[in-house]
């Protein structure tokens, strides 16, 4: 499968997390955090997807279940 240019995606066993355009996307819905470089929780949703768009530019850790990700809002 071809994934369109400038998706990035992290792959830990058969969970997928990708992150396009400031949006989290998954294969499914779960429950999905953001933290701050802090380690604060700014966000959770239970979604298959959510927007980041809102957040200030930084960088953030998603999580998800056990699998983990830094992302770039810019």
């Given amino acids: 499968t071809t994934e369109p240019a400038?998706?990035?995606e992290t792959?830990?066993?058969k969970d997928k997390i990708f992150f396009f355009?400031?949006?989290v996307s998954l294969n499914e819905e779960a429950q999905i955090e953001v933290y701050n470089v802090a380690g604060v929780?700014?966000?959770?949703?239970?979604?298959?997807k959510l927007?980041?768009?809102d957040m200030g530019k930084g960088i953030?850790?998603?999580?998800v279940?056990?699998?983990?990700r830094k992302?770039?809002?810019?």
Wanted: net charge negative.
């Fill in 6 to 8: 400038g998706v990035e």
């Fill in 11 to 13: 792959v830990v066993g």
């Fill in 21 to 23: 355009n400031n949006t």
């Fill in 41 to 48: 929780l700014v966000e959770s949703a239970f979604a298959s």
């Fill in 51 to 53: 927007s980041l768009e």
């Fill in 60 to 63: 953030y850790i998603v999580k």
């Fill in 65 to 68: 279940g056990n699998n983990t």
């Fill in 71 to 74: 992302v770039t809002v810019k």
